[in-house]
């Protein structure tokens, strides 16, 4: 299973990324994904962001995101994505997408250990 991240950067208030993560190894389709960050190299874990069902036809989203965050996935290219708009300073963090461990399990809330596989991580950095 691989698991790779993309499409961060540094990035101005206010202004918009789209985050890309290309998996493999594994049936994609098959299994929900999610997206955590980790702001501080001091935090024992990643913050969960968002998650969405194998058919992208679900999504949820931690009480701390604010709607400017949408989770999206084409199981056509492998790929989830997470789209982060009217990017604040806050939001500067390391951003890891993350395989869920059980096949066609989701949840209102997923844990770390729900997920067994990460990326390596993309830096998204918002500053004037």
């Known amino acids: 299973v691989q698991l790779v991240e993309s499409g961060g950067g540094l990035v101005q208030p206010g202004g918009s990324l789209r985050l890309s993560c290309v998996a493999s190894?594994?049936?994609?389709?098959?299994?929900?994904m999610s997206w955590y960050r980790q702001t501080s190299e001091t935090e024992r874990e990643p913050e969960w962001v968002?998650?969405?069902?194998?058919?992208?036809?679900?999504?949820e989203y931690a009480s701390t995101v604010d709607g400017r965050i949408t989770i999206s996935r084409d199981n056509d290219k492998n790929t989830v994505y997470l789209q982060i708009d009217s990017l604040k300073s806050e939001d500067t963090a390391v951003y890891y997408c993350?395989?869920?461990?059980?096949?066609?399990?989701?949840?209102?809330?997923?844990?770390?250990?729900?997920?067994?596989?990460w990326g390596q991580g993309t830096q998204v950095t918002v500053s004037s």
């Open positions: 190894g594994f049936t994609f389709s098959s299994f929900a």
């Open positions: 968002a998650s969405i069902t194998e058919n992208g036809g679900t999504t």
């Open positions: 993350a395989k869920v461990r059980r096949r066609g399990f989701f949840s209102n809330y997923l844990s770390h250990d729900d997920h067994d596989y």
